[in-house]
Every structure is written in structure tokens, then in C-alpha cells.
């Protein structure tokens, strides 16, 4: 996630996709199921394997032990390296890495804004004023 979200997409999300379970959707990949996720996964899970069947008393090497050790820091690393290079090869839906990092958050934060009350945690956060509520009374009617 951590690397979709900061290197394949630059911060930048479409909200009303987030909450889509439509085929079309950004983030609907394959029927629901990201494979390009899935299998950066299986590579980094396959480094420290054995060195975890060695921990059960047949060591394979000190190699593997070491790797073992290292278990979540080289399958984070690993992991993600390869999620990057699958979605480098094969592009994920969207043109949201087109933009700069998080270009689109203004564009985002007025969606959440104009779609709540006025008095809306996110809005009246941000001190926005300018929403109010005969404007959302008119873009709703």
C-alpha cells in the first residue's frame, strides 16, 4: 500500500472510486482482487522461507539463516520492489501518477467538503468558511 500510494500513484486517489464496487472503478483491478499485489507478496515471502524451515532444525545454510533473521525488513523490501516493478510493466487503471504528488488533494478535500454539511469535521477544520448552506442547498437541488 505504502508504495501505490507514494510512488505508483504520487498521493494522488480518486474518492468516489474508493467507495465503487464496479468493474470500472480504479481500484476494482481484477474482480475485486489485485494480483500485481498478490504476487509481489509471494516474491517476498519466498526469501526468508528457508530460513524458516531451517529454524525447525535442519539449517540450510547460514545464508539463509541470516535471511530469516531479516525476514519482515527483506520481504517489505523485496516486496515492494516488486510491486513497483509489476506496476511499472503492466500500468494500474487511472491517470493518477500523470499528476504530481498529491496534486490532487485539493480537488479531494473540496469533494469531502462539498458532499458533508457545513459543519462538516473536515471543513470546518480547515476553517473554510465559504461553504455555505445555501450553496450546498443549491448544489443539491
Not at 515492494?80 to 500500468?91: P, V
Amino acid at each position: 500500500m505504502l508504495i501505490d500510494y507514494f510512488f505508483v500513484r504520487r498521493g494522488n486517489l480518486y474518492l468516489p472510486d474508493l467507495y465503487r464496487h464496479s468493474s470500472t472503478a480504479r481500484y476494482y483491478f481484477t474482480k475485486g482482487f489485485n494480483i500485481r499485489a498478490f504476487a509481489a507478496f509471494i516474491v517476498g515471502s519466498l526469501l526468508p522461507l528457508p530460513g524458516l524451515i531451517g529454524s525447525f532444525g535442519n539449517s540450510f545454510s547460514t545464508a539463509a539463516d541470516h535471511m530469516f533473521s531479516l525476514g519482515w525488513i527483506l520481504s517489505f523490501l523485496v516486496g515492494s520492489l516488486a510491486y513497483w516493478i509489476l506496476c511499472a510493466l503492466f500500468k494500474v487503471p487511472g491517470d493518477d501518477a500523470s499528476y504530481g504528488f498529491e496534486e490532487k488533494v485539493a480537488e479531494a478535500e473540496e469533494m469531502i467538503c462539498q458532499g458533508g454539511d457545513a459543519l462538516s469535521p473536515s471543513c470546518e477544520a480547515k476553517g473554510d468558511t465559504s461553504l455555505q448552506v445555501e450553496e450546498i442547498e443549491r448544489n443539491v437541488i
